[in-house]
């Protein structure tokens, strides 16, 4: 028998709470049992975002450096930094160069006498403030913008899972995950059900985690990681 020939399944949010109630035990009718699964999947994918790293959520930016300015602010959708580099000469094809930039807590940029020095940025702080995170780079910029930046500050960072919309969008996850998001959901509902048996309960909360932990071990980086001792002479 031939194939469907379609690798395109995937489940909208009215889909998802409607097979997550049936696993709950109760059959999803009215609007208040999609409200209250929303509100559920919203902060299960939040938890989620507290786990780890979700390598879907990783993308990559740019911050063009102005000369006598440290303090910059990233997106505020974004999490955490993961890599950063300072770009000198970007988009020249000779001299365009990427140079290591390390990041540094607020105690070791507190202990820094001057802050105000200038030169070619070597140390970044990641401030995670409420409504967007801020970077603070040292030493200060010391050239800006005349023709093109001069300095560059590429990142990659982890950004923020979109939030759940209405019953016929799709969500911001890769279809790997599908299974665990189902089962979380489903443990997260059967909270919420009166009466529910509590073995039931207990299932749940085991299947998900299960799902998790194989969703999460396949998603992963998977590049070969070489290390070389240092031998000081």
């Given at each position: 028998?031939?194939?469907?020939?379609?690798?395109?399944?995937?489940?909208?949010?009215?889909?998802?709470?409607?097979?997550?109630?049936?696993?709950?035990?109760?059959?999803?009718?009215?609007?208040?049992?999609?409200?209250?699964?929303?509100?559920?999947?919203?902060?299960?994918?939040?938890?989620?975002?507290?786990?780890?790293?979700?390598?879907?959520?990783?993308?990559?930016?740019?911050?063009?450096?102005?000369?006598?300015?440290?303090?910059?602010?990233?997106?505020?959708?974004?999490?955490?930094?993961?890599?950063?580099?300072?770009?000198?000469?970007?988009?020249?094809?000779?001299t365009?160069?990427?140079?290591?930039?390390?990041?540094?807590?607020?105690?070791?940029?507190?202990?820094?006498?001057?802050?105000?020095?200038?030169?070619?940025?070597?140390?970044?702080?990641?401030?995670?403030?409420?409504?967007?995170?801020?970077?603070?780079?040292?030493?200060?910029?010391?050239?800006?913008?005349?023709?093109?930046?001069?300095?560059?500050?590429?990142?990659?960072?982890?950004?923020?899972?979109?939030?759940?919309?209405?019953?016929?969008?799709?969500?911001?996850?890769?279809?790997?995950?599908?299974?665990?998001?189902?089962?979380?959901l489903?443990?997260?509902?059967?909270?919420k059900?009166?009466?529910?048996?509590?073995?039931?309960?207990?299932l749940?909360?085991?299947?998900?985690?299960?799902?998790?932990?194989?969703?999460?071990r396949?998603?992963?980086?998977?590049?070969?990681?070489?290390?070389?001792?240092?031998?000081?002479?």
């Open positions: 028998m031939p194939t469907s020939g379609t690798t395109t399944f995937n489940l909208d949010f009215a889909e998802l709470a409607e097979e997550a109630w049936m696993r709950a035990g109760k059959e999803m009718r009215s609007g208040y049992d999609l409200r209250t699964a929303r509100r559920s999947l919203n902060l299960l994918l939040i938890d989620w975002q507290n786990k780890g790293i979700n390598m879907w959520t990783i993308d990559e930016g740019t911050i063009n450096l102005v000369e006598g300015t440290a303090q910059y602010d990233l997106p505020a959708d974004t999490i955490d930094l993961l890599e950063h580099v300072v770009r000198t000469n970007a988009g020249d094809v000779s365009q160069s990427d140079l290591n930039i390390s990041r540094i807590s607020v105690s070791t940029y507190a202990s820094i006498p001057n802050k105000l020095s200038p030169g070619r940025p070597i140390q970044v702080k990641v401030d995670r403030a409420r409504a967007n995170p801020v970077v603070t780079l040292w030493p200060v910029p010391d050239k800006g913008t005349e023709l093109a930046p001069f300095y560059v500050f590429k990142y990659w960072r982890m950004r923020r899972i979109e939030d759940v919309g209405d019953g016929a969008t799709e969500q911001d996850i890769v279809f790997r995950f599908l299974p665990a998001l189902t089962a979380g489903a443990h997260a509902l059967s909270m059900v009166d009466n529910i048996d509590l073995n039931r309960v207990a749940l909360k085991q299947e998900y985690l299960e799902i998790w932990d194989s969703a999460t396949e998603d992963r980086e998977k590049a070969t990681l070489r290390i070389v001792p240092r031998i000081r002479m």
